[in-house]
């Protein structure tokens, strides 16, 4: 560099400024976040424009709750915390729902929200959009920050991305009050104030004595299981637990999230003999699942209660997750990759395969199954029911296997999740650990705008309402997403009268709604379909497309139960009274 152009740089340098807006940016590229998901307004609408303007991506929602999913299905097939930029008070909750339901799913994302003047706010005097929200945000999230000035950034920055990633993954709220923004400093010290975050995520080791205890009780067991969970996709450590599977000969159950880790169709899979192997395995090893509602807490009927006692292993990165619900005979606690490497090397190249009496036994069972529910699935009721649409998806989603599957509702999620195959890890994403409705759109987006790949939401018509208005943010990017909508003309069923007349019955919906045409108002593909061939010609114009298409899947409204598979969850009326 000549020494008139240094000089320039340099006389420049210490002139130029930056502000809370760039630093902002600048502290989020510099950890290789690029996306934005949010909604903007006071006091974030300039942030959003200069982020557009600096090459982030930024996708704008109708709704918080949808942007914050999408940061949230983000994250988890990432392993980089999704962000979601919000306006203060009501737009902080509405982002706020997203948030907890990431943190309970163990998802990275980060909250940021601006808010209003901290001493208005704090002597409640009424400003625009009053409110806490770091204190209103803290029971709800992994950690939450404020950042006051703008040198501060940076740290703010960093420590969110950390808390996000670190240990058991979560939510992480930041708060950004509207001053902060319009803050300044010399550049070259803003840059300087800028944290890049070495290992978020760092390994983390098992024990030896906690492995060898962990492989006696797997070498004592007579009918072994290995159960995957979400922290398994997550961890990305893929070709290590393919090959503690196939290695051991163990067969594995995949929860909903980890379908597809290995190909459903795998000989080792149990899922269609789910029931068989909880009540009868005698050793269960847990990879990222967690012994909740969704396993029965681990007790119980379902888990062979009168058939002796069972032993768990279980792997996971929070200790404290270790005994939540029944005595866990060998922790593992560290990073699943690092403790499926350990368990493989001890397991070494003369492990004794399980008895033929239990992989046989579990065959059996699976046949009997596989083939039962194949006559089912070749079945063409009019109208269709839940099976034989989704023998539809089933095929499509085989013939697609980069396809991202998104499902919610009730039925719709319980026969999708046991129905349609999944090949690849990650490809799923779905109502979680809440069972919550709502993630949708949201997941859709998110998934399709961090992976590029198409997706195929599959929705109970309930389902797609929480988040419906977003088939327009779909249309807006012009992303290759296929919502199904399953119209059974309601919440479980279409069917339910309400016994004294007048107001409809709770549960109900305008009957025969045609979905499709909200698709169709923002400019994307709309299909109506009554039989099974117009749901597959329907898909595969939108497969083939990669154009925004929503799908009007009409389903026979009687087909349904109530809540689907957890009916035993509702409360029964105890009263006498009629
Ligand atoms: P599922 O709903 O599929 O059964 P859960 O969400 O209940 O799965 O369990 C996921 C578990 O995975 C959590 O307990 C979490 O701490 C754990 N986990 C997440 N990421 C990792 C990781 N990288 N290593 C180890 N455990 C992890
Ligand atoms: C945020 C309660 C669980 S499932 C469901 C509701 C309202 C909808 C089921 O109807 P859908 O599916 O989607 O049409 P189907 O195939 O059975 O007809 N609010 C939230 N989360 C949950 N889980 C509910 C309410 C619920
Ligand atoms: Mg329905």
């Given at each position: 560099?000549?020494?008139?152009a ?11 400024t ?6 902002l940016?600048d ?19 300039d ?20 942007a ?42 980060i909250?940021?929200s ?50 996000a ?7 992480v709220y930041?708060?950004?009050p509207a ?6 400093m010399?550049?070259?010290a ?22 060898k ?20 996709s ?8 393919r090959?503690?599977?196939e ?49 029965s ?14 032993k ?25 990759g ?64 980069e ?31 809440w ?46 997403v ?14 339910d ?20 045409m ?15 061939d117009?749901l ?8 083939a ?9 009409v ?24």
């Amino acid at each position: 560099m000549s020494a008139v152009a240094e000089k320039a740089v340099t006389t420049t340098d210490e002139s130029v400024t930056t502000d809370g807006f760039h630093l902002l940016i600048d502290a989020l590229k510099l950890n290789d976040i690029d996306t934005i998901f949010g909604l903007p307004g006071i006091p974030i609408t300039d942030l959003t424009r200069m982020a557009q303007v600096e090459g982030m991506r930024v996708i704008s929602f109708r709704h918080e709750q949808h942007a914050g999913n999408a940061a949230a299905a983000a994250g988890y097939l990432t392993q980089k915390p999704g962000i979601c930029l919000t306006v203060s008070a009501p737009g902080f909750l509405n982002g706020l729902t997203a948030l907890a339901n990431a943190t309970v799913n163990c998802f990275p994302m980060i909250l940021i929200s601006g808010s209003s003047e901290r001493e208005v706010v704090d002597l409640q005097q009424g400003d625009y959009e009053e409110m806490d929200q770091l204190n209103a945000a803290k029971p709800f999230c992994k950690a939450a920050f404020r950042v006051l000035h703008a040198q501060d950034i940076g740290i703010g920055v960093a420590r969110a991305i950390r808390s996000a990633l670190s240990g058991r993954p979560g939510g992480v709220y930041l708060d950004l009050p509207a001053k902060l923004f319009s803050q300044t400093m010399e550049a070259a010290a803003g840059r300087n104030s800028l944290v890049k975050v070495i290992d978020a995520a760092p390994r983390q080791i098992p024990a030896p004595e906690a492995v060898k205890r962990a492989l006696d009780v797997l070498k004592s067991a007579k009918r072994p299981l290995i159960l995957l969970g979400k922290g398994a996709s997550y961890a990305q450590a893929d070709a290590e637990i393919r090959a503690l599977i196939e290695k051991t000969g163990i067969p594995y159950l995949p929860m909903s999230m980890a379908k597809g880790l290995l190909p459903d169709t795998h000989a080792q899979s149990a899922s269609a003999a789910r029931s068989y192997v909880l009540a009868e395995a005698d050793v269960v090893v847990l990879v990222g699942a967690r012994l909740n509602w969704l396993l029965s807490h681990g007790k119980g009927k379902t888990w062979g209660q009168d058939k002796g006692a069972k032993k768990f292993i279980q792997i996971d990165i929070a200790p404290t997750e270790i005994d939540s619900n029944v005595p866990i005979a060998a922790p593992l606690i560290g990073d699943i990759g690092s403790c499926v490497s350990a368990l493989l090397a001890g397991v070494g190249s003369n492990w004794a395969k399980p008895d033929a009496q239990w992989t046989g036994a579990i065959a059996e069972r699976k046949d009997k199954n596989l083939t039962k529910m194949a006559e089912t699935l070749a079945k063409t009721p009019s109208p269709m029911n839940f099976h034989s649409a989704l023998a539809v998806v089933r095929d499509i989603v085989k013939a697609n296997p980069e396809t991202i599957v998104v499902n919610e509702g009730a039925n719709t999620l319980d026969f999708a999740r046991s129905i349609v195959d999944m090949y690849k890890p990650r490809k799923r994403l779905d109502s979680g650990t809440w069972g919550i409705m709502g993630i949708g759109m949201g997941f859709a987006v998110g998934a399709a705008v961090i992976t590029g790949k198409p997706v195929i939401a599959i929705e109970g018509d309930s389902a797609f309402g929480f988040s419906g208005m977003e088939v327009e943010t779909i249309c807006r990017y012009n992303l290759p997403v296929c919502v199904v909508v399953f119209n059974n003309n309601g919440i479980y069923k279409g069917t339910d009268v309400n016994p004294r007349g007048g107001d409809v019955a709770p549960t109900v919906f305008v009957k025969n709604a045609r979905y499709d045409m909200m698709m169709q108002a923002f400019g994307g593909v709309g299909a109506h379909a009554t039989t099974a061939d117009e749901l597959r010609k329907a898909m595969l114009e939108a497969v083939a497309s990669g154009k925004p298409t929503l799908i009007n899947a009409v389903i026979d409204e009687t087909a349904g139960t109530e809540s689907g598979r957890i009916t035993s969850l509702n409360p029964q009326s105890k009263a006498n009274k009629k």
